[in-house]
């Protein structure tokens, strides 16, 4: 039976793309006044404000990732996860040598360029820092879709001997380096606990019935809160906030059942659908703009009407773009290579 498409995940995962962009914005912020309040409290707050509101957005991401292994789309065979992989893993490269050729172009690397290359390969991103998610992400899908393909009755052994590799991999690199004193990479394909809750509670409460549109309020009422504890965690304990905490679980709970359900208008599918498409590569390709671009924005000299200013507007100029040559991109049959 085939199952109606969620458009309501479809306006969730552009969201989050928004957001994952908005919060990096916030970083740049961050970067400027040396994560102190002490070097520029408007653009401290501005920043930090921005990366808390922002804060769901990858514990969504496993979440909707969990919905659709678990319930939208369960894998058919181990094909169908080697496909999934890939749609993630062949961007990632490519993206990974975009940054490091545009670092050592710019002479940003901050190490070798051919180091780095070999440090991406295993799991260490830089200076694609964002990518890190994808290193869990295909993991996670890999463990998700074999539990699926395994109570299917299927033998996927191809995807037992991913498995292996990626349980095996931290130990097997960290006994090398012990044997033979080489600096070897570090191993980061690998899958928090933290991510596999999120997916598999994501699953269950992607599932669930609609939000009543009576309850929709109260949920995003709930999310003033859960930020207030986000932020006050950020300033007071650690920033960045860790995704496993308790307080970004809570916003992204509000957030999940205050999007869970809303009825998108059939007029506005078609848009929705060509955004959801380019959000991958908006994501893949958005730091390396927002990089170029946040020196000429970003000052800890600000006020606070200035750092509003400027953060609004490098968050536009990052995201429209962004997603603007993802849509040209896709228009040119490219979605395969650059996401």
């Not at 409290?41 to 969990?66: E, Q």
């Not at 369960?74 to 893993?89: A, E, F, W």
């Not at 506005?268 to 590569?281: E, F, I, N, V, Y």
Request: glycine share 10%; charged share 15%.
């Amino acid at each position: 039976m085939r199952r109606e498409h969620r458009f309501d995940i479809d306006l969730l995962r552009v969201i989050c793309a928004c957001a994952v962009i908005t919060g990096h914005v916030g970083g740049e912020c961050m970067l400027a006044v040396g994560k102190s309040a002490e070097n520029g409290r408007a653009v401290y707050w501005t920043g930090l404000f921005l990366d808390s509101v922002t804060s769901w957005a990858v514990p969504m991401y496993f979440a909707i990732a969990g919905w659709a292994v678990l319930v939208g789309a369960p894998p058919r065979n181990g094909g169908t996860l080697r496909k999934r992989s890939l749609r993630m893993i062949i961007p990632v490269g490519i993206w990974s040598a975009v940054y490091l050729l545009w670092g050592r172009l710019r002479d940003t690397n901050g190490g070798p360029t051919s180091k780095l290359a070999l440090d991406a390969l295993f799991g260490t991103v830089q200076p694609a820092f964002h990518l890190w998610y994808f290193y869990a992400h295909v993991p996670l899908i890999l463990i998700l879709g074999f539990v699926m393909l395994l109570k299917a009755g299927k033998r996927p052994w191809g995807v037992v001997a991913a498995l292996v590799v990626i349980s095996a991999g931290p130990t097997a690199f960290s006994d090398l380096a012990r044997l033979t004193g080489w600096d070897v990479p570090h191993f980061g394909w690998q899958v928090g606990s933290y991510s596999l809750v999120y997916a598999v509670i994501g699953a269950l409460l992607l599932s669930l019935p609609a939000t009543r549109r009576r309850h929709r309020g109260w949920w995003l009422a709930g999310t003033v809160p859960a930020l207030g504890l986000v932020l006050w965690s950020q300033d007071r304990i650690h920033f960045v906030i860790p995704n496993a905490s308790i307080f970004v679980a809570a916003l992204s709970v509000c957030v999940l059942f205050a999007a869970n359900g809303v009825r998108i208008p059939e007029r506005m599918r078609p848009t929705l659908t060509k955004l959801t498409d380019a959000g991958l590569g908006a994501f893949m390709f958005h730091v390396l703009l927002l990089k170029t671009i946040s020196p000429a924005f970003v000052s800890a000299d600000r006020g606070w009407l200035g750092a509003a200013g400027a953060a609004a507007a490098l968050t536009v100029l990052t995201v429209v773009p962004s997603f603007g040559l993802s849509m040209l991109w896709g228009r040119f049959k490219l979605r395969r290579y650059l996401g």
